[in-house]
């Protein structure tokens, strides 16, 4: 049995491009990433934080920066960043410090990163020590 494959080449070019169309481009993927120099910090001590925001293709994205601090897995602080909370690519923050009353408490630290490509929660698990 031969079928014409001829007649059914415009309709599958037809259904490609529409699934070519309808796939989200990979750019449209916010990355984003926070570091920190130990889970374990000092209290009292700077304990300096980096940001960075990315499309998949690894392009630098404009955003802003907010904090909470989790207990248990509920939010008992929300603050702003020290300074200017807006960023493009790469946010650092010298000015954090865990207060003596979080001595011995396992807490999360969450970066909330708002871009144009959508809302990232960073969270970052800590034990602050004297």
């Not at 031969?2 to 916010?30: H, Q, T």
Request: proline letters at 5%; glycine letters at 6%.
């Amino acid at each position: 049995m031969r079928v014409a494959l001829r007649p059914l080449v415009p309709v599958l070019a037809g259904l490609a491009a529409l699934l070519m169309l309808s796939a989200p481009a990979a750019a449209d993927e916010l990355v984003a990433r926070l570091y920190a120099p130990t889970h374990h910090p000092a209290a009292g001590e700077r304990w300096p934080i980096r940001i960075t925001a990315r499309d998949a293709d690894g392009h630098r994205v404009r955003g802003t920066v907010r904090y909470a601090y989790l207990y248990q897995g509920e939010v008992v602080l929300r603050e702003d960043p020290k300074g200017d909370r807006h960023f493009a690519g790469d946010f650092r923050d010298q000015h954090l410090m865990w207060s003596k009353r979080t001595i011995g408490l396992r807490l999360t630290f969450r970066a909330i990163v708002d871009t144009k490509l959508g809302q990232a929660s960073l969270d970052y698990v800590v034990r602050v020590h004297r």
